[in-house]
């Protein structure tokens, strides 16, 4: 499917300040990046480049007054995403050396702590894709969705013992439960068609079988029609807006539509 998707956001800045931003979406695995526009109100100069896990990041210093952040994209999208019932797990000697940093602990990731929980969740699934499908399925059957229940703190124990967030810490908790098996995990922040209520999305991407499988325990059935943004080891890699001063987002609009 071709999507018109985009953000909007909208700043108060008090003073001069430094801002990352993470908004452009690259071609890659299930998305064509067919057209993309860019729009920063005030005009002012912007750095790109390139981070640790290949996202596209903005550098530039926000000025003080009402200031705005716009791009919109057009992409092909694929439908489905892939699934691989009985996909092997690969022994962590045959993983390949850029993938064995999503084994480890992370800041919202503990999964030195969560081996005993993922142990009792996989049962006797066949190791590899199969484990992770029971991971994400207990997820989405045993967390409650809800507004309110979490911050930019909480982490995937918060979420394993409170047993309520939203997408960011159902994605925390599947990460760490795969990583606990001695699976990678990493995850993933972007677009989803027809999310309910529309905002940017969260989920995960497991490595199984020599390559990354999706994983989005807020959705009961696999959902295509994605836009990745963005990569990382949890939510402190790929935050789509990192400020370095006293400025106060005070707008922010999301839309996803289809491209007639």
Known sequence: MKLFAGCELLYDVPAPAPLVLM????????????SEEYQIEPNIPVVEYTDLY????????????????????VAETADRID??????????????????????PSRYCQSDRLGPLA???????????????????????????QYGTSDASTSAVDT????????????????????????PARMVVGYLYQLKPMDLHAWFEAFVDGRWYTFDATQQEPRGNRIVVAYGRDAAD????????????????VWVEEKI
């Not at 994605?171 to 699976?183: D, E, K, M, Q, V």
């Not at 790929?238 to 609009?253: H, P």
């Open 23 to 34: 908004l452009r979406p690259r071609s890659g695995a299930g998305q064509w990046i067919i």
């Open 54 to 73: 290949g996202n596209l990041c903005q550098r530039l210093v926000a000025p003080e007054g009402s200031f705005s952040v716009q791009i919109s994209l």
């Open 83 to 104: 699934v691989a019932p009985g996909a092997p797990f690969v022994p962590v000697q045959d993983l390949p050396d850029d993938v064995l940093q999503f084994l480890l």
């Open 119 to 145: 142990v009792d969740i996989i049962g006797d699934a066949t190791p590899g894709y199969d484990q992770v499908e029971a991971i994400r399925s207990w997820i989405q059957s045993h967390i409650t969705y």
């Open 160 to 183: 394993a013992e409170k047993r309520t967030g939203v997408c960011r810490d159902f994605a925390h908790l599947g990460i760490s439960l795969c990583r606990s098996l001695n699976i």
């Open 238 to 253: 790929v935050a789509l807006a990192t400020q370095y001063g006293a400025m106060t987002l005070t707008e922010m609009n």
